[in-house]
């Protein structure tokens, strides 16, 4: 591999020769140029250009439109990462790969063709596309990788086609107006009903649009699992009812601000609701404490005797509640199960409590004292962020 500078009208441009099976051709590795509107050219030397480097164009906010080459056949990791300027690309016909983050954080960009022979994009690739309001994703694309539309948030609609059959489940976090996933009816893995992506046969939930309109949404009952970010985000969400076969339950609610009340079916094997509060049964060993809804108004809360272990963020941002007993019953306490409950001021932890988690008690400013037993074993950090004063049960 060797470097070349070029000293003539190309002057703007660093490139890589590249070589394989005899065949020559240039990736572009830099631009140095200060021009708003870049043309990068097909050849240099009778030498195609084939390819947009890593990094090549990242942080040119003076950019603010680029055609690219007929032959280009793949666009390199972060290649215009932070081009915050940039509101307009042309991308070529026989385009084959737009590899990660490529236009992270491109906040002018509000369109973009996408070529037919696209069969490739990568994780992060359109990640804080502020301004992008529509894209059409191309016939030949087989995947959408984790944080592909991350942050997008003007995006309304995404349309998946029938030739996709690998769907990152955080492929579109923070999408806050994002109100429905359309979904070809010939595609063989996946199936939109309403607007929310399910898997072909609507047994697994795989994400609700986060601006859907409703408050209020019922779980087809066809659905056995639902992935951990289906509702993510999904503020305007005030209940949710569960089907009576569900058996696993992966997604935790976050910034669910306006949740406040989930129901179950009555003849469900698996979970239950007590007074808006969601629950698994483990079989005969007790309850597990799921999810307590944010927007729940109550200060204080008394845990059912039944509940032997808390989950993950259970009480996570529930920033009403002041005091919660726990039982004496209880033996576990997952990662982050209090974090964000702004108005605790004080907990006791049973005594036969055996093992909490990390960062259990994180971004609770008011809380001043845990009462806990010194046999209570505790995860890697279990206190991070605690301030206040531990008084230890003899």
Known sequence: METIEKNNNLEDFSIKLEESEGRFTITIDSYKGNSKEVVVPDNIGGIPVTAIGYGAF?????????????????????????????????LPEGLYSIESRV???????????????????????FDGCTSLVDIRLPESLVSIKSGTFGNCKKLKTITIPKSITEIDEDMALFCENLKEFIVDEQNPIYVSQEGVLFDKNMTTLI??????????????????????????????????????????????????????????NENSKYYSSIDGVLFNNDKGKGDRLVCYPRAKNSTNYIVPDSVTWIKYDAFCHCKHLKSIILPEGLEYIDEDAFYGCEGLTTISLPINLEYISEGIFRECPNLETITLSRNTKMGHKALDGFTGKLIYRD
């Open 103 to 125: 236009f992270n954080n491109c906040t002018s960009l509000v369109n973009i063709q996408l070529p037919e022979d696209l069969v490739s994009i990568g994780w992060g690739a």
């Open 58 to 90: 990242s942080g040119n906010v003076k950019l603010t439109n680029i055609i690219l080459p007929e032959g280009l056949v793949s666009i390199e990791s972060g290649a215009f990462e932070n081009c915050t300027n940039l509101a307009n690309i042309q």
């Open 207 to 264: 994400l609700y649009p986060q601006a859907k309109e409703g408050d209020y949404y019922t779980i087809p009952d066809s659905v056995h699992t639902i992935e951990r970010y289906a509702f993510h985000g999904c503020k305007g969400l005030t209940g949710i009812n569960f089907p009576k076969d569900l058996i696993i339950l992966l997604s935790r609610f976050y910034h669910c601000e306006q949740l406040g009340n989930f129901t179950v």
